[in-house]
């Protein structure tokens, strides 16, 4: 069954914030890259990774419910931060967002009994939770270090073992 024409949109919309989640956290790599932090800039590397694998989810499913995907313009993201804790901070701060985006798609799939996209949601409300979670636990992890001491370059070793998607 197609997807209702309020519901197509608001998926359709959350296909382009995935990618232009994509895009901020690879140009956060390359930021952190330009600041000699390989292992922060290869874990950035490995979440823009994931927000294409959210994104295509999304994309399937609407090609599934017989609807097709419109892509959206994608903004250019930032390029400049104070520092490494600035960029995770802003990353947190952006997974909020987005928890609120899928929580927003849940309540129109609910009010319009649509279950089938209720149940595919799902999966984005339980990732939500881990995504907060991910970055929360580098954010407490970097708010024992002061930027430029060693202890940074002990933990950007420790990013660089972030497992690929
Ligand atoms: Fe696709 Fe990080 O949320």
């Not at 694998?53 to 995907?69: P, S």
């Not at 609910?110 to 939770?129: G, P």
Request: hydrophobic share 45%; aromatic share 12%; proline share 2%.
């Amino acid at each position: 069954m197609l997807l209702s024409d309020k519901m197509w949109k608001a998926l359709n919309e959350q296909v382009k914030w995935e990618l232009e989640s994509s895009y901020m956290y690879l140009g956060m790599a390359a930021y952190l890259n330009d600041c000699s932090l390989p292992g922060f800039a290869q874990w950035m590397r490995e979440q823009a990774k994931e927000e294409v694998e959210h994104a295509m989810r999304i994309y399937n499913y609407i090609e599934e419910r017989g609807n097709r995907v419109e892509l959206l313009p994608i903004a250019a993201p930032a390029k400049e931060w104070a520092d490494v804790h600035e960029v995770f901070q802003k990353s947190f701060e952006h997974e909020q967002f987005v928890t609120g985006l899928i929580n927003n798609l849940v309540d129109i799939a609910v009010a319009e009994k649509d279950h089938a996209t209720s149940v595919f949601l799902n999966w984005f409300v339980t990732e939500q939770v881990e995504e907060e979670d991910t970055f929360r636990a580098v954010l407490d992890k970097l708010s024992f270090v002061k930027p430029g001491c060693s202890a940074l370059l002990f933990l950007d070793k420790q990013m660089g073992k972030r497992e690929e998607a």
